[in-house]
């Protein structure tokens, strides 16, 4: 039996995360699930965004399926208080240093994309992000400049060892795909950059089965609407990888359809398993939300976390029919609700 930590959040959170929830509980396997409030619904209930209760439940669950957290309500809380600390606390907490973003073209789903049909399929990557370190974790502030001129500052580091954990996922994951492995930085500017691209290139003499290259970030970004298809993994700092998954969502069709997971070892351990997107605030109670994301986050988990790599191929081959037969929610140009969407994966379990 495993235990499942639930923690659904805020905005379209719920929403999404009930969806995930039908799909699992019609698998048949034998899991337990236990829900926990977090973000600006944790500080609702409990006065902190990631109470006590809900970290400790996560760190003993096998796994977490996570919705999204954000509350514009609470945008003008101290940041320590904020509904985004708790995603953050828990990646930090639970060692999460490994953040798998796949991005692929769905079969049938081409005019979703913002990209051309004939590039759309194409597609075929995975954002492999660093997920506890960079300028995310590192001293930040407000102060005052000699001048007296309010500053504000955020400080951007990586030591060589969070460095090789990463690119060491990322070869690896290189060298059971495509055997392609860019890594994207900003070396021509940023010293964080600099090291970050040594240490990768250290790394390389150990893959000489892997095909290494580097880009820099804006050029990434431009060569991702251009030729997705040059990529097959892509290791990235933890802003860039942030940026570009969101863009990769857009290549894909929609950000409704990406899903993530986030593991603190290579081979699975707990890890946290979420949309890449957010609670998006402009659709939530509205049963707009594309499941798709999250549900397809459940099979990562199933996969990664809880060795039933037959349930996760089920369930992403049914969110693949039910796209491919046109089930399409508004982010995809159709009209299904939320529910609408979880009954069309259901019924191609
Ligand atoms: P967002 O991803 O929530 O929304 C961006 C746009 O995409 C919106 O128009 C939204 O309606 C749409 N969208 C997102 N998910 C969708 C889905 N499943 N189906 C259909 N449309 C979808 O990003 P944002 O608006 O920049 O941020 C909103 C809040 O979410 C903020 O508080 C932010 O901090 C938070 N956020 C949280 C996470 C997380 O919990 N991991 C991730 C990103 C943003
Ligand atoms: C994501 C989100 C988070 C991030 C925010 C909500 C802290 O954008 O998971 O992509 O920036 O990592
Ligand atoms: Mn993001």
């Given at each position: ?51 006590v209760s809900t970290l400790d439940l996560a760190q003993q669950a096998d796994a977490v399926l996570f919705g999204a957290v954000g509350d514009p309500r609470f945008d003008t809380l101290e940041r320590s208080l904020r509904p985004e600390q708790a995603i953050l606390g828990l990646r ?169 997971a986030s593991l603190s070892e290579w081979s699975g351990a707990c890890g946290l398993y979420e949309p890449i997107h957010g609670s998006a605030p402009d659709i939530a109670g509205q049963g707009k939300a594309n499941p798709c994301a999250a549900i397809l986050s459940a099979a990562m ?49």
């Open positions: 039996m495993a235990l499942i930590a639930l923690l659904p959040g805020d905005g379209i959170g719920p929403e999404v995360v009930a969806e995930a929830r039908r799909v699992l509980d019609a698998l048949g396997l034998d899991l337990t699930f236990e829900k926990a409030p977090v973000g600006g619904a944790g500080y609702e209930a409990l006065g902190h965004p990631l109470p930090k907490a639970l060692g999460l240093f490994a953040n798998l973003r796949p991005a692929k073209g769905f079969p049938g789903l081409e005019d979703a994309s913002a990209l051309k049909p004939e590039i759309v399929r194409t597609l075929d990557l995975v954002i492999l992000r660093e997920l506890t370190g960079d300028v995310y974790f590192g001293e930040k502030g407000q102060r005052r400049t000699a001048e007296g001129l309010r500053q504000g500052y955020d400080v951007m580091a990586y030591d060589e060892a969070e460095v090789r954990r990463i690119a060491t996922v990322g070869f690896e994951m290189a060298k059971r795909r495509k055997g392609r492995l860019c890594s994207v930085d900003k070396a021509n500017v940023l010293e964080t950059s600099q090291l970050w691209r040594d240490v990768v290139n250290e790394l390389a003499a150990s893959y000489p089965e892997v095909a290494l290259t580097h880009m820099y970030a804006d050029n990434a970004a431009m060569q991702l609407v251009r030729a997705p298809g040059q990529f097959d993994v892509i290791v990235t700092g933890n802003m860039f990888g942030d940026i570009l998954s969101d863009q990769a969502s857009m290549c894909a069709g929609s950000i409704g359809m990406l899903a993530s988990m199933l996969r990664h976390s809880l060795e039933q790599p037959e349930a996760a191929d089920r369930v992403e081959a049914a969110v693949a029919a039910a796209i491919a037969d046109g089930a399409r929610t508004a982010d995809l140009g159709g009209s299904l609700s939320t529910s609408a969407m979880g009954d069309a994966v259901l019924a191609r379990l």
